[in-house]
Each structure stands twice: as structure tokens, then as C-alpha cells.
């Protein structure tokens, strides 16, 4: 892949720009507003966020940054020190309809200029209420996506989503998981950055036909009371994993990012109570009862 | 102070017992359910929440857990390994009306087989909208019980929690602080463990009288959608503090402490909006300027 780095950006930012148009379309009234912004050190971004009638609140992003990495970082992240360049798109969304998921997806690239390099990415979906068919379409759409490049990135992406969405302090996943995959680079997968390239390709354009999917299921379900303030509690978790176990969230609150961006994927609304607990029977405690590692979906 | 653990320990438990039968006095409606919980390692505590008409979530919690630390933690935490004691007593209270401030109030003791002991604890506040004449009220409070101790006190330990309670992602303080300290004992202090004792108990009892003024003060004022909405983005941001910076908890979810005990603290209900801004000028934008560190309140 010859100029592999604008390459990369140019269609990152052409797929923020792609499904921007899809989930105006999808949400019927929300429109994105822009808010362009430069890094101090080198770079920046376009954090896009949207306010609509099915999305509460949705931020979809673009970003592109460079500079010099010091010694002490490099040494944290397990890399060589001196000038990088790293871009991505993340997307996260909080539905208004407690029936609908919340749904997020990222997936980056980076290099540096002692000739590393990698993609990752992934998508995972977090329901207020696991319904099982849609759950189940859910892995097997993204099972399907894996399997056109390799047989192996499905059960290992998948298991790497489990382990990382997950609450420790809850003993709980965040949700039902997706796919995640950090640092792949032609040494530890043995595949070309062409191939997995186009697997990032995949799994970026595999986004917009999956949430429009549950969307048409359960968007416009009738929602009452009692599911508002589920759905608020579970944002609460939500709130909980980001800013206490998300890698990504944490590196970069620590290291001066660009905080708005980063706090993009905290929900509208989150509420806390103390030890509740659902009643025995109900459909929020068989919810829980799905939030765990390992439930094989993609049957 | 011979047997200072059960000494410490009574007086924690009864401190507890004399605050939340003050704060129902003061409430008036809502009453602390209690929650004793045992520890697997050894010890326990009673974890006390109330949903009152002044008070909409508030939490006072006494724990005394002991048992054996092992070289890695007390590594960790630059102590000795072995046998160890804690105990303390927690407060935090999120009101209903966004003119009345968050308090928040901790005391605690510890000791080891290794022969270690200190005191930690402090009191901050946290108002929704800064009064000037209620935050030098708060601080001059505080200056008073510390200044019956040591003189050296207040201006150390009101630097202590401007440092501690800092939003380093959002560039501001919490709140207007108060005082903080941790690890006191003879060794850093140059003062004996009773004199310590003593201000750790005073600290303990000057929680009620402040809080019942602020309350004369602030729990009755009139208020508006606009000032629900500030309280619950500036509860947004005590959440963010807690999960993101807050050592006590961070040390607790990582350690798998009690986890409803740690997030007790988290307000009932909190909001997140993409960037948001006060109007130049308004009273929200006159808060923003007062959540800064070195801001001398006890003229």
C-alpha cells in the first residue's frame, strides 16, 4: 500500500461523511452539527453530534493527529518513540426508545516513523434490553463480515469484545459485545495490510445497515415508565465502564485529549440508585442474566 | 491512647448514628435505610441511604474492615504488608434543590501489625451555583476547627483539597474544595496521635452545624427548569471526578471493594450535553470562574 496514510484518512472521513447522511435519513429529523477542531501539538478532528427524534444523542467523529510521541508514553504504550500519525472514526449512540441499543463503533489506524504500524477497530452493541433474535443478528451479521477475510477473526475478535466491555466492578459486560481488535499488523496476524485493510473497510461500512436493521425492529416500539428508568440506569452503567475501564477514554483524559470528543459516548441522561436490584421474573432481570462473557450468539 | 482501634471505632459508629438522626431531623421526611454488609476478608459495615424531600439521594456510611495485605497492594500503596485495620465513616448528599451545594465528608483511621497508623479526612463542598458569602461562610467554618488545633492546618489542608478534588480533564476544581489530608501521624505531623484524634473528631462533628446553615440558607429557594438543567450537568461532572480521578474509589473498584458502598456517592440523576456553555454573563458562567484552585475563601 503505497501513501497508506492518506489513503486511510481520505476514506475515513468519507465515511463519516457517508453515515452522517444515512442516520439523518434513518433518524427523519436530527441533523449533525460540526465542530471542526485543530490538536495543539498537530492534527485535529471533525466531532459531528446530532440531537434527533430517535436519537437522543449521537456523535460520530473524525480524526486525524500527529506529532511526536515522548520516550515516557511510548515506553507506556509498548512502542517506539518519535513522530506518529494516527486517524480513526468513532461513533457512538444513545436512542431515545429504551427498545433500541446503544450502539458504538470506532475503528483506527496508526503508524510511526519507526515503521509501525496497525489497524483496530470494532463494533459492539449495548441493549437496554437483550432481545434474543436481534442479538443474534447482531453476531451473525458480524460473523459474516469476519468470515469474508478470515475464519479466525470472528471467535477471537469477538472473545476480545467480551473481555474488554466489560464492568469489572459490576461483574457484568457492558452489553452483549460485537467485535474489538487492537494493534493487528502484518507480525501478529500474518496477513497483508491490504487484507486487513479491507476488513477495516468491512467492518466500517457493516455499521449503517446494522443499526438501520434494529432500528426497523424496535425504534418505534411503545416504551412506558418503568423502561425509562431502566434505560437510565443501564446509561448509568454505561458512564461507569467509560470512565472507569475504557482504555481509550482513559489514555486520553490523562493525556490532555480533546475532552469533549472523548466524552462524545457519555449518554444524555444517565440516573443511579442505590443497589437496585429488578424484581425476579422481570425482563430487565433477564437482561442481566445475558450480560456475561462468552454467550455464543452467532449460532 | 491505649486501644485506640475500639476507641476510634465506637465513636465512628456513634457519629454515624448522631449524623443521620440530624439529617432526618433536618429533612423532615426521608428516612436512612440501612444496609449492614460483612466483608470476605473480614470486617463489614453499615451502609445508610436516604431518599428525603430536602435531601434527593444521600448516603452516610460506616465501615471497619481488616485482614491481610499482601506485598503487592501494600507495594502499591508504599506500606507495609500484613495484618491491617480500616475504618471510617463516609458521607455524601446530593439535594433536591440545585441552590442547596453537594457536601461531601470523610474521616478514617488506619493501622498495621507493622506498627503504622494515620488519619485521613476532610470536608468539601460542591455547589451547583457558587454563593460568595455561603463559600466564605463554609470555609471560615472550617478555618475555625482547624485553627483550634494547629495553625498549620487550614492553609495546608485546604491546599490539599484544591489539589485533590480537580477536574484535570476539565481544567476545573469540583467544587470550592474545603480541607483535605491523608496519612496523618506523628512522624509527618510532628503532633501526637491524640492530638490528631481530636481534630479528626472535630472535623467529624462539624459536618451538622454547617450543613444546617447552609440548608436555612439555600434548601428553600425558588427554582427554575434552567437551574435543574445546570444541576444536573454539574452533577455530570461530580460523576466524572468520582469515576475518572477519585483515588478512594478508583482504589476500590480496582480492588473489589463494596461496590454500592464506593458509587453511593454518584448523584441520583446526571446529564451530559455535547460542549456546553453558559450564556456570558449569567450566573452559570460566574459559577465556572469561582472552580479554580487558590481561591482564598476564609478572609
Redesign the interface.
Known amino acids: 500500500m503505497t501513501d497508506s496514510r492518506s489513503l486511510i484518512t481520505n476514506w475515513f472521513k468519507n465515511l463519516q461523511d457517508h453515515i452522517c447522511t444515512q442516520l439523518e435519513d434513518l433518524d427523519g429529523k436530527g441533523k449533525f452539527i460540526e465542530?471542526a477542531w485543530q490538536r495543539d501539538g498537530g492534527g485535529g478532528g471533525r466531532?459531528r453530534?446530532m440531537q434527533g427524534q430517535m436519537i437522543e444523542?449521537g456523535?460520530v467523529n473524525f480524526s486525524a493527529v500527529h506529532g511526536e510521541m515522548s520516550e515516557k508514553t511510548a515506553k507506556a504504550l509498548n512502542m517506539s518513540a518519535g513522530a506518529f500519525y494516527a486517524t480513526g472514526v468513532s461513533i457512538v449512540l444513545h436512542p431515545k426508545n429504551p427498545n433500541m441499543p446503544i450502539i458504538h463503533k470506532n475503528i483506527r489506524y496508526f503508524e510511526n516513523e519507526g515503521g509501525q504500524w496497525w489497524f483496530g477497530g470494532g463494533i459492539d452493541l449495548t441493549p437496554h434490553y437483550v432481545v434474543e433474535v436481534d442479538a443474534q443478528f447482531f453476531h451473525q451479521s458480524l460473523k459474516a463480515v469476519c468470515d469474508r477475510f478470515h475464519a479466525g477473526f470472528y471467535p477471537k475478535h469477538k472473545a476480545w469484545a467480551d473481555d474488554y466491555f466489560y464492568i469489572?466492578?459490576?461483574k457484568e459486560t457492558r452489553g452483549i459485545g460485537g467485535i474489538f481488535f487492537d494493534r493487528q499488523n502484518e507480525q501478529n496476524t500474518g496477513l497483508s495490510k491490504e487484507l486487513l485493510w479491507e476488513y477495516v473497510q468491512a467492518v466500517g461500512m457493516s455499521f449503517c445497515p446494522i443499526y438501520e436493521e434494529l432500528a426497523r425492529r424496535n425504534s418505534e416500539k411503545p416504551t412506558n415508565p418503568t423502561e425509562k428508568k431502566w434505560q437510565?440506569l443501564r446509561r448509568?452503567r454505561y458512564?461507569?465502564f467509560n470512565?472507569?475501564w475504557d482504555a481509550g477514554t482513559?489514555f486520553g483524559?490523562?493525556t490532555?485529549?480533546r475532552?469533549?470528543s472523548?466524552?462524545?459516548s457519555?449518554?444524555?441522561?444517565?440516573?443511579?440508585?442505590?443497589?437496585f436490584r429488578p424484581k425476579i421474573g422481570s425482563k430487565e432481570a433477564k437482561t442481566l442474566e445475558f450480560l456475561k462473557k462468552g454467550v455464543n450468539w452467532a449460532l
Not at 266 to 275: F, H, S, V
Request: charged share 30%; net charge negative; no cysteine.
Open positions: 465542530d466531532s453530534v444523542k456523535g469489572r466492578h459490576r437510565a448509568g458512564v461507569e470512565l472507569v482513559k483524559l490523562e490532555d485529549g475532552t469533549e472523548i466524552l462524545m457519555l449518554p444524555p441522561k444517565a440516573q443511579w440508585i442505590y443497589d
